[in-house]
């Protein structure tokens, strides 16, 4: 895990440095995100997050933006039996190291603002999770339960002023993070909304 995601910046920085235009910077931000699943007995919520790495811009009205981002996210599954001994409730935190490889266009451009929109793919590697129990009963999911490598398509509008950028995406996973937990298949895909604000710190024209 550790070297793929040496080898990842490192062709980052490598393609950017081999194009005309290249821009780097640091985003930091808001995730809400929601773990979804096809069982009418259980309820899903949302769960509060956050996300912090770099991205870049390599290429000028269209261009190609890679990542590198350390994200927060999850959700609350909640059983919804009649049997009071059967209720359970239950956080499911997740750390991923997420590599979205985006393509870009700006609508507006200028040297003060820029109002751009952005969709692509990304791979999402598991690096900690943790499952918590929310009530007295305890739950059927296990951190052994989450996938660790997952797939997601996501897509987004930003704007730029000067030096700082503000963006909001929707991402939503391709993939199961939960297949199965004991005897239930769970089926739950993860999708989140994410709102960031960034700061440009490097800028090759």
Do not use: C
Request: glycine share 10%; aromatic share 12%; hydrophobic share 45%.
């Amino acid at each position: 895990m550790k070297k793929l995601i040496l080898v990842l910046t490192i062709v980052l920085f490598i393609t950017g440095v081999s194009f005309g235009q290249f821009a780097l910077g640091i985003r930091v931000g808001y995730n809400a995100s929601k773990l979804t699943t096809n069982l009418d007995s259980i309820k899903s919520s949302f769960n509060s997050g956050g996300h912090v790495g770099v991205w870049t811009h390599i290429g000028k009205r269209l261009y190609f933006a890679p990542e590198l981002l350390y994200t927060f996210s999850g959700g609350v599954f909640t059983s919804e039996g009649n049997a009071a001994v059967s209720q359970w409730k239950q956080r499911i935190t997740v750390g991923s190291m997420d590599v979205p490889l985006l393509l870009g266009f700006k609508i507006i451009h200028s040297s003060i603002f820029t109002w751009r929109v952005e969709a692509g793919p990304e791979a999402s590697f598991v690096i900690n999770s943790k499952v918590k129990d929310l009530g007295t009963v305890t739950g059927p999911i296990t951190s052994s339960d989450i996938n660790k490598a997952n797939w997601y398509i996501l897509a987004g509008t930003g704007i730029n002023v000067l030096f700082l950028s503000l963006d909001i995406r929707y991402q939503y996973g391709l993939n199961q993070m939960i297949t199965s937990a004991q005897n239930l298949s769970f089926d739950a895909k993860n999708s989140l909304l994410i709102v960031s604000l960034g700061w440009k710190i490097l800028d090759r024209k």
